[in-house]
């Protein structure tokens, strides 16, 4: 397929702007094809115009309409093949299985959207039934269920140019809702982005849905995306990435006149709880494991564990040396773009320069700058240091890490309440260490949005039970979560009927039940009809 | 019981302040005793502080002692017998039978959270089982469940002082998920909130709650509420008043380092769509019924039709007529203080002057401005006015409405177009109407939270598909509600558990569910227990 570089604002191709941008390879630190165009605010209001006018159309269209435009976004992903695997490999760095492992997770999470349409029973149908005869007033009859919000803006992420991007479960959750989605293109990835958006503009011309329900806007300038952030036709945002970029559209997103939710998701620094009972166990299992996990995806992971914490011991010291030798043995390897590379460069040389970090360990390969290549590093500290120094908590993009010796129970816990929002807390220990940190598990449940238990936090199943999300400043609004299928919260609102005839209501709210959806009928939950 | 006029910060009353207030009874201009202080900076801090230690202990009980915690309330709130119904009478002009029918509503609704609460599937809970042979890599035992969010502050409203006020749904809703709550006592009903909160700290040391779990601070300046709102102890607060104040203090909210959600709920215009079958078969009665809404409670009612829309003809002009007979007829009466009345004179007054809007009727008896008395007023214009000026689309808080002549069901339609967000949005109609209009309700869908067929928007059922929310302005995040049990979701956040023990897991999420809540068991709805 050729790359044009433009705009797709519903049908059309759009490139109204004299500015324009390269996206580059990171691993040979060339400029890529075509140029990719600033989109101008006449650009964002046609996309957001568009979008506004799909609303009713698209949102009225049957569940199972829905469903099979998400199926065929699906099937029209697979159809791209290779191709979107080498762009995504191209403009990221990722090795080309890591994109195949990004594309599947996409296709899994689209389908898991459909299935969950079909369904049908996430739009909490309620009906409370009247009683004309109570005193003093009669009761009504009242009935509710989630209904969209309207068009809102997705902001995919750098790190995943597939999986967390314009195919992203923000995009689909927000289909599975009934919202048109206008996206702002990564620009570190803008052509991975246009081909993920012309296989969702084909399946949606496939499955007859209107014109709108879908664009994409290109930028790499924070005018674009705080524009469309602003545009009085966009209800709700979302977003993945980093903190200063996520709370800044937060911000304008708050200052509206009309103020709408901004969710975003900005990583966060993922603690690792070693308890003795583990480490007498397997400690090397586990330092293997850890390492493995840091330097996953070059780093480059929200859910990156980026502290460590053990107790002072013979364990924790065969622990901490495991690590090391697993850190030295890992090759550098490419970043996903220039910017990224010396942000971590810097984070690491002030690091370096601490007297209270030790480094403990590094890459023992020499790091290629020129093509953007990290070395992974090891610091160690202790527990004062880090209670002194809370800048030491905040987040390092990369593979990096600080092991942090504790001298009691007492003190870890002291650490986690020091703690700011987190997207996971990890426990490596036995089920008797568990019951003896009770007390480190209980803050951890009101500073993490996960909590695991003898794994890592990198790799998030898509399912139904799974929270990406946390506390602030894991994300803006810890009610809610990007990943799994409590992501279409997000895009979603209550609507309530009373006294609304019965031929009039949403299928979904009809006496007789027509979709079979479990409902909360007069405080039950069924699937039964209601006689009428 | 006698009333003190200090902060009670747990079980400690304080009043650090030289800075006071009176209340005052506007029906008689008159002052009321006690003094009430404004809260310093360090009370909040300390009510706070107590909340936060709190937390831990209140989430950690088991949900029945919560539940018993939430029916000693009611309890408690009923043996204050008339004193709280006299003084609510006194401090709003509110007439005794309105103060003991806000009692009952309050008991119910705190009734109907400790039967939620022990019921427990609320906490949607839900279980991905694992895989340990699944490939290229095992699926993890995933699971989760709601959490509560930690301290919330709270903001009553003035013109419910014990149903929307500390006895309101936020407070019952934020203890039923686990919070602890600070309440910022309405300044106009000090003396009711102080009753309340005494009746709380009672059943709060009768069921053994940890000291903290509640807190009522005084202040009539913005200072207090801005300071609560700031405080980083505070992770949640919800609000109920005028859209000047719920805005200003979500800008605080969504301003600090870590923001934290605001929900306001700020009233609406609540438009009311009288369609031609409905008229054509009922008008004087639905011009009496509306009357009867247009003045209950005096106008202040943030569900107060403001707006009355109907297509030129002799049916609408026999409504209409109907309608300024019953207003005509209708006594002024007091407002709910003089704050509130002077606001409602000079909006009458701005009405009165505009050459594009026709006073259609008012109480023929004379308003007594020393007992803060409103007439009620009717006016009339067309919906060409309306449409050139929105400002005819602000909510003027009292017992006011204006007639809108439209000249075909297009017009209708524009209008409700032109709305903001509302609580509510109403249809008089035959099922013919309604079919014949469907575009008109595709629109109001995207407007409003409640669609209501042939009642008024007044008198909002407590129950499970009750939604009290709505698009901005109507309330700061549509996806809320202030009333009914879904009120519970904004003071709670997922939190999920990966590979962890099971009989380390919360109760709802153990195998042997041993609670017996629903819970979603890799997707599909069940009771049962999960073979461990």
Redesign the interface.
């Known amino acids: 397929m050729t790359l044009t570089g433009k705009h797709l604002i519903g049908n059309r191709e759009s490139a109204g702007s004299a500015d324009s941008f390269s996206p580059a390879n990171p691993s040979l630190g060339t400029a890529l094809e075509p140029l990719y165009f600033e989109a101008t605010e006449a650009e964002i209001d046609d996309a957001v115009s568009l979008a506004t006018a799909a609303?009713?159309p698209f949102r009225?269209r049957l569940a199972e309409a829905r469903a099979d435009f998400l199926d065929a976004i699906a099937n029209e992903v697979l159809a791209l093949g290779d191709e979107l695997l080498e762009r995504a490999s191209a403009e990221t760095g990722h090795p080309l299985p890591r994109c195949a492992?990004e594309r599947d997770r996409a296709v899994l999470h689209t389908r898991q959207f459909a299935?969950l349409v079909r369904?049908g029973?996430w739009v909490d149908a309620?009906?409370?039934l009247p009683d004309p005869t109570r005193q003093?007033?009669p009761?009504?009859d009242?009935?509710?269920l989630m209904?969209p919000?309207?068009p809102v803006a997705i902001f995919g992420a750098s790190n995943f140019p597939i999986a967390i991007s314009v195919l992203g479960a923000d995009t689909m959750s927000a289909f599975a809702a009934g919202c048109p989605v206008v996206i702002k293109a990564h620009p570190g990835h803008p052509g991975t982005c246009e081909l993920a958006a012309r296989a969702i503009l084909r399946a949606a011309e496939a499955t007859r849905m209107p014109e709108g329900v879908f664009s994409l806007l290109h930028g790499k300038s924070n005018a674009v995306g705080a524009a469309l952030v602003s545009h009085p036709g966009i209800?709700a945002a979302a977003f993945t990435g980093s903190l200063g970029g996520g709370r800044a559209l937060?911000?304008v997103a708050?200052?509206r006149p009309?103020?709408?939710?901004f969710y975003a998701e900005m990583g966060s620094v993922n603690p690792v709880f070693m308890l003795p009972g583990a480490l007498k166990a397997r400690s090397a299992r586990i330092a293997e494991g850890f390492v493995a996990a840091l330097t996953a995806g070059v780093g480059q992971f929200c859910t990156n564990p980026g502290l460590v914490l053990g107790l002072e011991s013979d364990e924790w010291a065969d622990f901490s040396e495991t690590a090391r030798e697993k850190v030295a043995a890992w090759a550098p390897a490419t970043m996903l773009h220039a910017g990224i590379h010396s942000a971590y460069e810097s984070g690491i040389a002030d690091l370096l320069e601490r007297e209270s970090v030790e480094l403990l360990g590094r890459s023992s390969a020499a790091a290629d700058p020129a093509k953007s290549e990290a070395a992974a590093y090891l610091f160690r500290t202790t527990q004062q240091v880090l209670l002194d120094d809370p800048t030491l908590f905040n987040e390092l993009f990369g593979p990096v890490s600080t092991l942090v010796s504790c001298g009691s129970p007492e003190d870890m816990v002291a650490i986690a309440e020091k703690l700011?929002?987190s997207l996971s807390a990890t426990i490596h220990g036995t089920?008797t260490d568990?019951?003896d940190y009770r007390e480190l598990?209980?803050v951890l449940?009101?500073k993490?949005?996960?909590?695991?238990?003898?794994?890592y936090p990198v790799?998030i199943?898509v399912?139904?039970?799974?929270?990406h999300?946390g506390?602030?400043?894991a994300t803006?609004?810890?009610?809610f979560?990007s990943i799994g299928t409590?992501a279409i919260?997000?895009f979603?609102?209550?609507?309530?009927?009373?006294?609304?005839?019965d031929?009039?209501l949403p299928m979904e709210l009809q006496n007789a039940n027509p979709r079979g959806v479990?409902r909360?009928l007069?405080?039950q939950?069924t699937r039964d009809g209601v006689v009428g």
């Open positions: 609303f009713d009225r492992s299935e369904e029973s309620r009906i409370d003093p007033l009761k009504p009242v009935r509710s209904q919000v309207g209800v937060f911000n708050s200052a009309v103020p709408i939710p700011e929002g089920e568990l019951a598990v209980t449940q009101r993490a949005g996960r909590l695991i238990f003898n794994g790799g199943e399912c139904h039970s799974m929270h999300g506390p602030y400043p803006t609004h810890s009610h979560t409590r919260s997000r979603i609102r209550p609507v309530c009927y009373q006294d609304w005839p031929t009039m479990w909360m007069n405080g939950r």
